[in-house]
T-cell receptor, first 117, second 112 residues
Framework: GAGVSQSPSNKVTEKGKDVELRCDPI?????LYWYRQSLGQGLEFLIY????????KSGLPSDRFSAERTGGSVSTLTIQRTQQEDSAVYLC???????????????FGPGTRLTVT | EDQVTQSPEALRLQEGESSSLNCSYT??????LFWYRQDPGKGPEFLFT???AGEEKEKERLKATLTKKESFLHITAPKPEDSATYLC?????????????FGRGTSLIVHP
């Protein structure tokens, strides 16, 4: 079946511009996560959506970052007034932790490589 | 605070040279421990979930084991295609949040 998809795969933007990154999770997955991975660094948690509950935004590094999930499916991560330190790979993952018989492992998309010049 | 420490940071092996990667963790009750493989330029790929001490899982040349404090990923007779970064993550038992804590990974290179 189809996995997690992300678009665009690469994005180059100028400092100060806004960018939107898109994630299409696996159909039926109730949980959706955004992570950031800088070169040679580990996964940095950004935000978590679970069903209709309020998202856990505890990992967002600043108020320039926001995300929404429409209809319990597609999610968009928005970075306003981009800075050079925002350059990284942004990864999306989905899972089914809360469903009866659901499991907790995450399925990741291929990521969006963001470069801020 | 949940913590995950992976060692070594990097490991170079000759093809056929078996070894183990370590994942030490502290967590307020373990819901699950996960191993992922990440190839350059790609997202992590799920390998195993371990739920309780003593549990073992195998897939081809990989075997994951779990104790109350750490997990090992044993690689038997590795091949160059096993070269990747291996990530470990833990999910705490408490609460209704399902946000795992990831380690920084072990970068494995297998030379032919």
């Amino acid at each position: 079946g189809a996995g997690v998809s992300q678009s665009p795969s690469n994005k180059v933007t100028e400092k100060g511009k806004d960018v939107e990154l898109r994630c299409d999770p696996i159909s039926g997955h109730t949980a959706l996560y955004w992570y950031r991975q800088s070169l040679g660094q580990g996964l940095e948690f950004l935000i978590y959506f679970q069903g209709n509950s309020a998202p856990d935004k505890s990992g967002l590094p600043s108020d320039r970052f926001s995300a929404e999930r429409t209809g319990g499916s597609v999610s968009t991560l928005t970075i306003q007034r981009t800075q050079q330190e925002d350059s990284a790979v942004y990864l999306c993952a989905s899972s089914t932790p809360s469903l009866a018989g659901g499991t907790y492992e995450q399925y990741f998309g291929p990521g969006t490589r963001l470069t801020v010049t | 605070e949940d913590q995950v420490t992976q060692s070594p940071e990097a490991l170079r092996l000759q093809e056929g040279e078996s070894s183990s990667l370590n994942c030490s963790y502290t967590v307020s009750g373990l819901r699950g421990l996960f191993w992922y493989r990440q190839d350059p330029g790609k997202g992590p790929e799920f390998l195993f979930t371990l739920y309780s001490a003593g549990e073992e899982k195998e897939k081809e040349r990989l075997k994951a084991t779990l104790t109350k404090k750490e997990s090992f990923l044993h690689i038997t007779a590795p091949k160059p295609e096993d070269s990747a970064t291996y990530l470990c993550a833990v999910l705490p038992q408490v609460g209704g949040s399902y946000i795992p804590t990831f380690g920084r990974g072990t970068s494995l290179i297998v030379h032919p």
